[in-house]
């Protein structure tokens, strides 16, 4: 079969003019339905953003001389799972039944290092530098090249622009050359998701925190995508707040703000230094580490800690100074997450007393600290924990490989692009796209997020969509 026969557009959602962008997140196609022939067993697909089926003839595709790979058993899906949404140039390959076949990830540790956090021009052009070498390791280590892939998984928000655009550009050339559907992925959801791979039991719903460096996060998973937000950050997340206290700290930036804050902590008093915990007025579930990154600053102003001395040059006194801070401060952060985290469980019981789950993800997932405390959250509510292993917490290939193959076997998918795209096409990026609907008690007056160049939700275009269809 033609690739032009296996993905002809749907006028609902394309025109002409579009193909050079990712009109939507999963843009989907709408395959002709092939004759289906005596004894030939269909496999229909329900798409949730179409009026009609994907009709899918399993015995044709398998056998199909496109280049456009096919397959008659989903675990056979073989996909590309490429990742830049911030400072790490991540791929994977993975198959459909969850096996990871390859995980290649060029960390920006320097950089971080030298600026002190992430600096977006910067960490576009260490993404350009390595991606294409990222990408063929991934696919050498799976011992498979592009034309065996079955589809290209890409992160199209939210995230920084600059970097986005080099992971999608690389994925669309790929996807062009060899006619591969594209599947694009949002970072927050891929992060949830990937539990689903480590632990094949979860099933929806559950719950989930994701706790990243821009990102504090607590969603109810109601199925796949569709996600109500119970709690989100309303200023600085987490994440960045552990890389500037490591900073101010004088600690070793190479190893990212949060391992360097636990690994000193372990040594320091966590109640020698009176923080606040923050909004303990607001009885919501929104987070704000802006209040508590001044009381740690000043803190250390106060203590005269000069962080040009690295902390391994640092006298036995302030070092210990140090640590108790870097302890005080840990423990005010997460007990913040714990505050935030018990209140939603119990507005998630409510909309869904049947969830046994709460997933964990993101790069601050891989503190144990904060595992210990969360777990100790869940067992209070009769809960359990999921936590992906640390590799599969902060930024990888693997997570959007994972989501990718989730998504494409609900028929959430962009055809492959033109060939012959030009290096200055405008991409539809996400940088602010938010999971989830705002759950109404979640609504707080503290919430300052901007809301400018907000993309719709992906659960509000699902639901849009699903309207249209019905």
């Not at 006298?315 to 401060?329: G, K, L, M, P, T």
Request: charged share 25%; glycine share 6%; net charge neutral.
């Amino acid at each position: 079969m033609a690739s032009s026969q296996l993905f002809p557009l749907s006028s609902t959602f394309y025109r002409l003019s579009l193909l050079s962008r990712l009109s939507l997140p999963f843009a989907l196609t709408r395959l002709n339905p092939p004759r289906q022939k005596s004894g030939q067993q269909m496999t229909r697909v329900r798409s949730p953003l179409l009026p009609s089926s994907i009709c899918l003839s399993a015995s044709n595709l398998s056998t199909s001389p496109s280049p456009c790979r096919a397959v008659s058993n989903y675990d056979d899906l073989l996909v590309l799972g490429i990742e830049t949404s911030c400072d790490d140039t991540a791929a994977a390959v993975v198959r459909g039944n969850g096996e990871i076949l390859s995980q290649v990830v060029s960390s920006q540790a320097d950089l971080l290092a030298l600026y002190g956090g992430v600096a977006p021009k910067m960490a576009e052009e260490a993404h350009a530098k390595v991606i294409d070498r990222v990408v063929q390791d991934a696919l050498d280590k799976a011992k498979i090249g592009e034309a065996d892939l079955s589809a290209v998984a890409v992160t199209i928000g939210p995230g920084l622009s600059l970097c986005l655009r080099v992971g999608v550009q690389k994925a669309r050339n790929i996807a062009g050359r060899f006619v591969k559907p594209v599947v694009g992925v949002h970072h927050m959801e891929a992060h949830a998701l990937v539990a689903r791979l480590v632990k094949q039991e979860l099933e929806f719903p559950f719950m989930t925190l994701l706790i990243s460096g821009g990102h504090n996060l607590l969603v109810l998973a109601r199925d796949l995508g569709q996600y109500v937000q119970l709690g989100t950050t309303i200023d600085d997340a987490i994440g960045e707040a552990y890389d500037k206290t490591a900073k101010w700290l004088g600690l070793d930036m190479r190893k990212s703000g949060g391992p360097a804050i636990e690994e000193l902590a372990r040594e320091g008093d966590p109640h020698s230094v009176k923080f606040s915990t923050p909004m303990k007025q607001h009885k919501d579930c929104n987070f704000s580490y802006a209040g508590l990154k001044t009381q740690v600053r000043l803190a250390i102003e106060s203590r005269k800690i000069n962080a040009e001395i690295p902390i391994s040059l640092a006298s036995v006194e302030d070092r210990c100074s140090r640590a108790n801070i870097a302890a005080s401060f840990q423990r005010v952060a997460v007990l913040h997450l714990e505050e935030r985290c018990e209140r939603a469980i119990d507005w998630a019981m409510d909309i869904e007393p049947s969830i046994k789950y709460l997933v964990v993800s993101g790069g601050v997932a891989s503190n144990q600290y904060v595992r210990a405390r969360l777990n100790d959250v869940v067992r209070r509510k009769d809960l359990q924990l999921v936590c992906p292993p640390p590799s599969l917490c902060t930024d990888n290939g693997v997570m959007v490989a994972w989501t990718g193959i989730e998504h494409f076997r609900m028929g959430r998918f962009d055809p492959p692009p033109p060939a012959d795209e030009p290096d200055d096409i405008v991409y539809d990026l996400r940088p602010r796209w938010p999971l989830g609907e705002e759950y109404d008690k979640g609504r707080s007056e503290a919430r300052s997020l901007r809301k400018a160049r907000i993309h719709p939700s992906l659960t509000s275009m699902i639901q849009a969509s699903l309207k249209e269809q019905a």
